[in-house]
T-cell receptor, first 114, second 111 residues
Framework: DADVTQTPRNRITKTGKRIMLECSQT?????MYWYRQDPGLGLRLIYY???????NKGEISDGYSVSRQAQAKFSLSLESAIPNQTALYFC?????????????FGPGTRLTVL | GEDVEQSLFLSVREGDSSVINCTYT??????LYWYKQEPGAGLQLLTY?????DMKQDQRLTVLLNKKDKHLSLRIADTQTGDSAIYFC???????????FGTGTRLKVLA
C-alpha cells in the first residue's frame, strides 16, 4: 500500500465551485505539504504544516486554504475555483532527521477548472 | 534569492549514459535531491547528497557535486527505456523546511 495517498486522482470542475483535495499518510511523519506543479515551473509550495496545530502559508497560498484534521490527514481547499488553478497538485510528508528533511510525495491530483 | 535551474530536455540512446545537470544559488549548508517523475505518477526520491560531499554512487546512479560552481549532476549509467521520465533537482537548506525545486529535465530514451 502507498505511504502517501491522495484523493481524488482526477477532478474536473467549473469556475466558482468549492473543491477539496485530500491527503493521507501512513508514514507517521509530522510534517505535511501541498504543492502545485505547472509545466515549465517545477513545484511551488502552497501550504505546509509541521504538526496538527501548525499551519503556514507557502509561496502561492492565495485562493487556497488547508485543514490538518489529524497527524495523518491534510486537506487542501479551493473556496471558489478559477481556471488558472488548473494544475497537478501534490501532497508530501517529511520528518526531520540528522539535519535533513527528506520529502516523500503522493501520486498527485490532476485538477481541471473549466 | 534562491534558485535552482535545469535544462528542460535530454535525449539519449538506450545503453548510453545520461547526464542531467542542475545549478543552484544558495551557498548555505544544504541537501540536494534528485527526484524522478514518471507519467501520471508522483515524485519518487532517487538519491540525495549533502553539500560537504563531492560524490555519491548508488548502483547505476552517480551524483557529482561541484560546490565551487554550485553545480550538481546526475549520471545514469546504461540508460534504459524505463528511465524515461522527468528528473527534478531540489535544494533544501539545513534547519529549514524549505525546498527549492528546479523546473525538471525531461529525459527521453531512444531504443
Amino acid at each position: 500500500d502507498a505511504d502517501v495517498t491522495q484523493t481524488p486522482r482526477n477532478r474536473i470542475t467549473k469556475t466558482g465551485k468549492r473543491i477539496m483535495l485530500e491527503c493521507s499518510q501512513t508514514k507517521g511523519h509530522d510534517r505535511m505539504y501541498w504543492y502545485r506543479q505547472d509545466p515549465g515551473l517545477g513545484l511551488r509550495l502552497i501550504y505546509y504544516s509541521f504538526d496538527v496545530k501548525d499551519i503556514n502559508k507557502g509561496e502561492i497560498s492565495d485562493g487556497y486554504s488547508v485543514s490538518r484534521q489529524a497527524q495523518a490527514k491534510f486537506s487542501l481547499s479551493l473556496e471558489s475555483a478559477i481556471p488558472n488553478q488548473t494544475a497537478l497538485y501534490f501532497c508530501a510528508t517529511s520528518v526531520a532527521s540528522r539535519g535533513t528533511d527528506t520529502q516523500y510525495f503522493g501520486p498527485g491530483t490532476r485538477l481541471t477548472v473549466l | 534569492g534562491e534558485d535552482v535551474e535545469q535544462s528542460l530536455f535530454l535525449s539519449v540512446r538506450e545503453g548510453d549514459s545520461s547526464v542531467i545537470n542542475c545549478t543552484y544559488t544558495d551557498s548555505s549548508s544544504t541537501y540536494l535531491y534528485w527526484y524522478k517523475q514518471e507519467p501520471g505518477a508522483g515524485l519518487q526520491l532517487l538519491t540525495y547528497i549533502f553539500s560537504n560531499m563531492d560524490m555519491k554512487q548508488d548502483q547505476r546512479l552517480t551524483v557529482l557535486l561541484n560546490k565551487k560552481d554550485k553545480h550538481l549532476s546526475l549520471r545514469i549509467a546504461d540508460t534504459q527505456t524505463g528511465d524515461s521520465a522527468i528528473y527534478f533537482c531540489a535544494e533544501s537548506i539545513v534547519g529549514t523546511y524549505k525546498y527549492i525545486f528546479g523546473t525538471g529535465t525531461r529525459l527521453k530514451v531512444l531504443a
